[in-house]
């Protein structure tokens, strides 16, 4: 009766893990593609005109030989108007994953944009990807190691040009405390 | 007071010098030397029997101290030249005078127009403070270097060689 009861429970797991198998492929089949989009914490703020770098991981549940897929990259304001986009075909395998980036326009007005990916095989979308940043007011173009650069330099300038001041005023101090030690000495004799 | 340019043929120059310092023993002077030595100047105005004890040199010509009394500067260095003769000006009390010994040599070591603004910045302060100025200098060829600086002078003498004297209007070069 024992026996009975465990070969009913071994078969019972079989045909869960057969399921499962059989469910994971005919998801494979049906979205064979996994797309991750991830703009790191650092770029999640930046300013118009500079490079908005991400990582793109791609997963190929298929796990079908090499095969050439196409990214279009959208970069998209809050109303969902395309602002810039670009797009980049590669080879992948099982999957990939990899550094991307794209320009923000000079002009972009301040405000939260989202980046949005399509993984386009044959024509078709496969998958989708987004995530947002924000794009702030612009910083001064000078950048801050210039302008303590200039700033340096300028001080040293300044310091050096109240060093030969300061000279000059000592020189002619002596000359006018050894005048009128002369003179003295003279009106002394 | 009045600032002289005298210009002599350089034979003369030191008769010049000897003739004006000792016309004016009652006065304490300052003397810019430029092209001698304080030791020699003072040697020879002794030899000539001209009292030294009233006249403060200014020696441009030795860089080394040699006596305590006497203020060395370079020629070169016109601003602390003016420097040094104001000081003087201002601590000797009374009656005074300034001789420059001799001007155009300035011009060997100083543009022109350095030149010409340190002599008007000089006359300017002597006339301010009524004391008078000669300034000695040999005639040479390149006397018309002197030409910017004739105008600072209240009077230019030049001496040819047959000695004669002319105002400076005359000079016309």
Known sequence: MKAKQEKKKTLFIELAIISLILFNLASAQENPFNLEVHIADAHKGMQAGEDLLFTTKILNLAGQQRMDITLNYNILDSQKNTLTSKSETLAIETQASFVGNIKIPENTPEGDYELDVQLIVNNKEEAKGKDSFEIIKKESKTPIKITITLLIIASLIILIFITLILRRLIEKLKIKLKIHEIVKKRVRN | ?173
Do not use: W
Not at chain 2, 42 to 53: A, G, Q, S, Y
Not at chain 2, 67 to 78: N, Q
Not at chain 2, 153 to 159: L, S, T, Y
């Open chain 2, 1 to 173: 007071m009045s600032s002289t340019l005298i210009i002599t043929p350089v034979e003369k120059l030191q008769e010049k010098i000897n003739k004006t310092v000792n016309s004016m023993q009652n006065c304490t002077g300052i003397y810019v030397s430029l092209n001698k030595t304080q030791k020699s100047i003072e040697e020879t105005l002794k030899k000539n029997r001209i009292k030294t004890e009233k006249i403060f040199f200014i020696d441009c010509v030795t860089s080394e101290k040699q006596k305590e009394d006497v203020l060395h500067i370079s020629p070169r260095d016109l601003e602390k030249l003016s420097y040094a003769i104001s000081s003087f000006i201002k601590e000797i009390k009374g009656e005074k005078f300034l001789i420059i010994d001799a001007l155009s040599t300035l011009l060997i070591y100083n543009d022109e127009n350095k030149v010409a603004a340190f002599v008007k910045e000089i006359t300017d302060y002597a006339s301010e403070n009524k004391v008078r100025v000669i300034a000695f200098s040999p005639s040479t060829k390149g006397e018309e270097l002197l030409n910017k600086i004739f105008n600072f002078f209240d009077k230019v003498e030049k001496e040819e060689n047959e000695s004669k004297t002319r105002k400076k209007e005359d000079l016309i070069y």
